[in-house]
């Protein structure tokens, strides 16, 4: 968590002058915010770091136990990090333009209880520091756009063969800090397009076979201690 706040506070450093006196920061707070959120259009920058603005629902560190309802439709950005979020309901399935997720350090233990149908430009899924213990078949495979997946730091020990079913745009996977024994090749014949894979702090003790061309250095990998 420390780490993530401080990038984003380097990266705001970085920007803030040039995005404030540019452009300013337009408010969009309407009744539709939930209380104590704060709602507004903010810059966001895509996993190939373009610059866009959206707009954004800010509820981290507030304590909730459940997603605030009445979110508006065109929200965009949701961040909840740091509340007591075990499930969700119904709340997220009228957002079709939402681009970023944030639900880290929150208490899932299921990934399905996350609620991810219809997530169609979903591009950043943060989950990381949950208490996830596995990745079912399937249970992400609405998210036809997600280029970024953070579950790092969960207690996954089990990762079903078709678990990363329907991600072909996942370029970021972050598998680090769980409780993984075993690599297996065919989670990433569904993420051709995978580019960095982070597994390490995982007890590993083999990579299993059949590990598709793609990945065909991933062993390599592991034996040279690069994961
Ligand atoms: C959501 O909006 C409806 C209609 O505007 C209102 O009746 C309801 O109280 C709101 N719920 C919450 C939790 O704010
Ligand atoms: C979603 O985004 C599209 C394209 O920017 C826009 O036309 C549409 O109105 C948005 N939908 C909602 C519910 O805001
Ligand atoms: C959330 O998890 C924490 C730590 O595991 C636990 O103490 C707390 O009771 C949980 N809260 C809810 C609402 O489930
Ligand atoms: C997903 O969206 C389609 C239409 O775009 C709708 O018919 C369907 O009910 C939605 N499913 C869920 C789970 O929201």
Redesign the pocket.
């Known amino acids: 968590m420390a780490r993530r706040r401080l990038d984003c506070l380097l990266l705001g450093q970085a920007f803030s002058g040039l995005i404030l006196v540019s452009l300013g920061l337009s408010f969009v707070q309407s009744n539709e915010c ?1 209380q104590l959120c704060v709602c507004e259009i903010r810059p966001w920058f895509t996993p190939q770091s373009t610059y866009r603005e959206a707009i954004t629902v800010d509820c981290n560190d507030l304590r909730l136990t459940r997603i ?3 979110l508006s439709s065109d929200t965009q950005v949701i961040l909840l990090q740091s509340n007591y979020i075990g499930r969700t309901n119904d709340e997220l399935e009228q957002l079709y333009n939402l681009t970023e997720l944030d639900l880290s350090q929150n208490n899932f233990s299921n990934i399905r209880d996350v609620g991810l149908n219809n997530m169609s430009q979903l591009t950043t899924l943060h989950l990381e520091e949950n208490q996830i213990t596995e990745m079912p078949d399937y249970s992400l495979q609405d998210l036809s756009n997600l280029q970024e997946l953070y579950i790092n730091h969960n207690q996954i020990n089990t990762i079903s063969a078709n678990a990363l079913f329907g991600l072909h745009n996942l370029l970021r996977l972050h598998l680090n800090s769980n409780k993984l024994t075993t690599i297996n090749g065919q989670w990433f014949e569904s993420t051709p397009n995978l580019e960095i894979l982070m597994i390490g702090e995982n007890p590993v003790v083999g990579i299993m076979t059949s590990i598709s061309s793609h990945w065909a250095t991933l062993e390599a990998w592991f034996w040279l201690g690069w994961i």
């Open positions: 939930p605030p309802a009445n």
